[in-house]
């Protein structure tokens, strides 16, 4: 099998200090695969090395299948959309220009590109008010939308429900199955487990920057376990991600 996403023996270190330590990963293709841990864990610095926003001490990233280089990344990118942390903007911008300036720099024809993600995250009626007037829940949603604006094939997203209502949980939650349903691979990092127990087919478990498990949601249902009563076995009762 091509993985769409996959580590082998993925390290940084800062400082000397381990973060994340020899870290084997494997996405397949059209799965939501969800990448859990609590703060400090080393998820945003393993998503980091993914997108090669940073270097890896030793091991190595597959995207596609194909080694992650600087010349391979600049032709991925065309197939990824993602979300690290909070997204930023142009705040003097409103919404719809902030996504037209991504557009371009994706090299996206069509500016129906722009009405569609907006429509997709729920923020069609606020397309026209400046990004500084968002609140939080409202520039999540508007990483998403840039995120899909290119309609890549893989979306990487850090903890893309933050700031948001439960309501916002749940649409952005339906709206990742609507887009796996339609072949898209989705990874997302999160400390809900309760929703990435939700929606996710498999589920890698972070702590203390080791990958302890990979598990599908079958298994984890066969063990007749909640995902934070596992992860709290697995950690020895660890603090709650």
Do not use: C
């Amino acid at each position: 099998m091509t993985y769409i996403v996959q580590t082998s023996d993925l390290s940084k270190s800062f400082k000397k200090v381990p973060v994340v330590d020899k870290v084997n990963l494997q996405v397949k293709p059209g799965e939501i695969y969800g990448f859990i841990g609590p703060n400090g864990a080393g998820k945003t610095t393993t998503i980091r090395m993914i997108l090669n926003l940073i270097q890896p001490l030793s091991g190595s990233v597959e995207l596609f299948g194909e080694k992650v280089t600087d010349q391979s990344m600049a032709r991925h990118l065309r197939r990824i959309g993602a979300i690290i942390e909070t997204p930023g903007f142009y705040l003097n911008l409103t919404g719809q220009e902030n996504l037209d300036i991504h557009r371009l720099m994706m090299g996206v024809e069509h500016k129906s590109s722009i009405d569609r993600a907006l429509s997709l995250v729920g923020l069609s009626d606020h397309r026209h008010k400046k990004t500084r007037q968002y609140s939080l829940g409202m520039k999540q949603r508007l990483g998403l939308a840039r995120a899909l604006l290119h309609d890549p094939q893989l979306l990487i997203l850090d903890e893309p429900t933050n700031g948001l209502d439960p309501h916002g949980v749940v649409e952005i939650r339906d709206l990742l199955i609507r887009l796996a349903a339609q072949g898209k691979t989705v990874f997302v990092s999160s400390h809900n487990l309760a929703e990435v127990e939700k929606m996710v087919s498999r589920i890698g478990i972070l702590h203390q920057g080791k990958l302890l498990e990979e598990i599908t949601r079958d298994e984890l249902k066969q063990k007749s376990a909640s995902l934070e009563d596992y992860f709290m076995q697995l950690t020895g009762g660890a603090a709650h991600v």
